[in-house]
């Protein structure tokens, strides 16, 4: 019995799918065309690569759902680096909010809770939320009351610059209270300006 051997080692790279159907797999009857230096409209496919054939660029399919769909004629190396580069500048744009912390104990004096009010106040205004919490420690513990007034002061300080989400309620140890910041009327003048 003869054995037959297998070489598994071949790697045979995939062929990958373009992310757009350019050129002649595009297979619609009709396609409404748009791009630089062409009259809008909708075309047969057949005109529609012509038209890029004679500008010496790719017909793009670059919204299949649409009723024709939609193709621009555009050198199609060029699209895709303007989509990676659109993609990457949203990215980059678009803010991370963070949960900022802020933690007090039952005996916080008046000193350290402007200190700790202004860090969260600047907070806010960055557009983070602040998650501010008073800990209990051993017999602390029977001070409850005091840490619920403790929140609901921070609360009242910071209503110009962010929003009580919830009443403070304890979680094992801590009782905790969440804020979120408010859209500023200054960045509501700046977007009607615009």
Known sequence: MALVRRNNNRHFPRQQEAE??????????????????????IYSIEAARRIAEEKGLDLVEISPNANPPVCRVVEYKKFLYEKKRKEKEMKANSKQNEVKEI?????????????????????????????????????????????????LKFAERLADFGALENMPKMEGRRMHAMFAPKTSSKKKESKDKA
């Not at 002649?24 to 748009?34: A, H, Q, S, T, W």
Request: glycine share 8%; net charge positive.
């Open 103 to 151: 933690r007090f104990t039952p005996g916080t004096d008046d000193h350290d809770f402007d200190f700790k009010a202004k860090h969260a106040e600047k907070f806010l205004q960055d557009g983070h939320k602040v998650k501010a919490y008073v800990q209990f420690k051993g017999r602390a513990m029977m001070f409850q009351d005091r840490g619920t007034l403790l929140l």
């Open 20 to 41: 757009h159907r350019i050129n002649e797999r595009i297979r619609v009857p009709e396609v409404r065309l748009v791009g630089d230096n062409v009259e809008t409209g």
